[in-house]
């Protein structure tokens, strides 16, 4: 496959760093909201699949103010049970409804792990590409963002879960990794942001290890994003549903924002917003 842009095709690199760049530079953290329009998210799977109810959450998204949103068509649900699907199929739920949710007007992500569904998603508008295996899953993924300028989130993730190992090493250890395959495939330090993978090969122990230790990954100089938003962890210290889960979520994202976290993904904006909103406003009182 080469998902290369073809000759036609803008790079969409200029509007994606512009975007990031302001969103990275506030102080107060950039929100991503997410739009799954898969029938098996581990959160919301089949709500939001059908055009007209993704289009419908979008714009509650931006209502309550948004700062991005990150579409995704494939599940890749941190815990046993997500089903791959083909470029085809992500190709087919993204269509009826990505230039239309483009249209509305804020910065849209692609999470996909897959060269070629990028590539539609930036010819589409989009203009950031959210990469759950970090450029090592997908060969064509790095020169596809080279090619096109724009900025990547390159996220940790493991096949499996080792509970001896030191998390935060491991993460490391990954970046090293994406970073030498970014910078061979000539994608600017600039361009890229991290994100531990919260829930994602991972212990519950280990994800809240990793939000407790973020702060090791200034090391890197590059912005974090953490979207810790439902996740398995919270149930471990609080048995909950993943619709039970807010209260830990924001939890989470305000110890994450403490500890240097530029973006923060998550399913509930508006409550999301509030907390991070209002921890500032009391952090930023003499």
Known sequence: MNASPSPSVPPAG???????????????????????ITPDSFSDGGEFIAP??????????????????DIGAESTRPYKGARPVTAADELARLKPVLSDVVALGVPISIDSMKAEVVAFALDQGA??????????????????????????????NRDSVD?????????????????????KAGIAR????????????????QSMTALARLRELDMFGLPILVGASRKRFIASVSPSEPSERLAGSIAAH?????????????????????????AHAIESKP
């Open 14 to 36: 200029s509007a994606g760093i512009d975007v990031l760049r302001t969103l990275v530079g506030r102080r107060l953290p950039a929100v991503m909201g997410v739009l799954n």
């Open 52 to 69: 007209a109810r993704a289009l419908e959450r979008a714009r509650a998204m931006i209502a309550a103010g948004v700062d991005i949103i």
């Open 127 to 156: 203009v950031i590409a959210n990469d759950v295996w970090g450029l090592q899953r997908d060969a064509d993924m790095a020169p596809l963002i080279a090619a096109r300028g724009a900025p990547v989130i390159v996220m940790h």
């Open 163 to 183: 509970p001896a190992i030191d998390i935060v090493a491991d993460i490391k250890t990954f970046f090293l990794r994406s970073l030498d395959i970014a910078a």
């Open 254 to 278: 305000l110890i994450a924002a403490q500890r240097g976290a530029k973006i923060i993904r998550t399913h509930d904006v508006a409550e999301t917003l509030q907390a991070l909103r209002v």
């Open 190 to 205: 600039e361009k890229i942001v991290l994100d531990p993978g919260i829930g994602f090969g991972k212990t519950a122990e």
